[in-house]
């Protein structure tokens, strides 16, 4: 990977991802690992790497800027993080033990169901915060179990994060929608360090690709976040319900593809 057309798409991959990340509270490599593959021809597992290392970039920046302007759930956010480091190692545990196709499809039923249910909240103009009680007891517990889930389902299927804490904190306890998404971006840094430590240490990591994305990155997490934060709470619960709806297809399309092509 060399050029000036290599740095240009790196910056506008990071600038894209960030933008995303900081609008919608989520990691990004969903969109990032495809895009170095696809369009800087970097091999899948150095993808991964690298993804992960942006993202603490770019988290970070993201949830200074939903932490500054109170929308962060920290104790929360400290019951995210223990469960999502367990979950990754359950899911990487069963990974080659599970039907990974059957259970892509499964749940990209449950992100389309959960973003249509989504879209509908946001249109009827839900808008509120979990009450204290419940954001101190039950918010806890849901934390924890969320937490859980997102870091199996991100080992098991390289999917999860924010795409799973931000709807189960938004229908779960029912807190406002920038509250979830700052506070998933938390929990997303942490997750981030540990995979990349893990990938840096099996020399899976594009340094060089790194500094393109990361620059594009940080500014664009930055704007995502400021126009989530100035967004009425509806309407970003609206936005996300769609965005769910989107990656649900992304996520069936290759287990869909590899069905028809074995004739199952």
């Known amino acids: 990977m060399s050029g000036t057309g290599s740095w240009t798409k790196l910056l506008l991959i990071g600038l894209g991802t960030g933008f995303l990340a900081g609008l919608m509270g989520v990691g990004g490599g969903v969109v990032m690992i495809p895009a170095m593959v696809l369009l800087l021809k970097i091999d899948q597992h150095t993808a991964h790497g690298t993804s992960l290392a942006i993202m603490i970039v770019i988290a970070t920046?993201?949830?200074?800027?939903?932490?500054?302007?109170?929308?962060?759930n920290w104790p929360i956010a400290?019951?995210?993080?223990?469960?999502?480091?367990?979950?990754?190692?359950?899911?990487?545990?069963?990974?080659?033990?599970?039907p990974a196709r059957q259970l892509t499809l499964l749940f990209s039923v449950f992100v389309l169901i959960t973003g249509a249910t989504m879209v509908h909240e946001g249109m009827a103009g839900a808008d509120v915060a979990a009450p204290a009680g419940v954001a101190a007891h039950a918010g806890i517990v849901w934390g924890l179990a969320v937490g859980l889930l997102s870091?199996?389902?991100?080992?098991?299927?390289?999917v999860g994060g924010g795409i799973v804490m931000v709807p189960a904190l938004a229908l779960g306890p029912g807190f406002a929608q920038q509250i979830c998404q700052g506070t998933s971006l938390?929990?997303?840094?942490?997750?981030?360090?540990?995979?990349?430590?893990?990938h840096n240490a099996a020399g899976n990591m594009d340094r060089r690709a790194a500094i393109?994305?990361?620059?594009?990155?940080?500014?664009?997490?930055?704007?995502?976040?400021?126009?989530?934060?100035?967004?009425?709470?509806?309407?970003?619960?609206?936005?996300?319900?769609?965005?769910?709806?989107?990656?649900?297809?992304?996520?069936?399309?290759?287990?869909?593809?590899?069905?028809?092509?074995?004739?199952?």
């Open 212 to 264: 393109g994305l990361a620059a594009g990155g940080l500014p664009g997490s930055l704007a995502g976040s400021a126009v989530a934060i100035s967004m009425p709470g509806a309407h970003l619960t609206a936005t996300f319900g769609v965005f769910l709806i989107v990656m649900s297809a992304l996520i069936a399309y290759p287990a869909l593809r590899a069905q028809r092509g074995t004739g199952r």
């Open 78 to 98: 400290a019951t995210l993080i223990p469960g999502t480091l367990a979950g990754a190692f359950i899911g990487a545990r069963l990974a080659s033990r599970v």
């Open 61 to 72: 920046a993201a949830a200074a800027a939903y932490a500054l302007n109170g929308a962060v």
């Open 186 to 198: 938390v929990a997303i840094i942490a997750t981030a360090i540990s995979g990349a430590l893990t």
């Open 151 to 158: 870091g199996c389902l991100g080992g098991l299927l390289g």
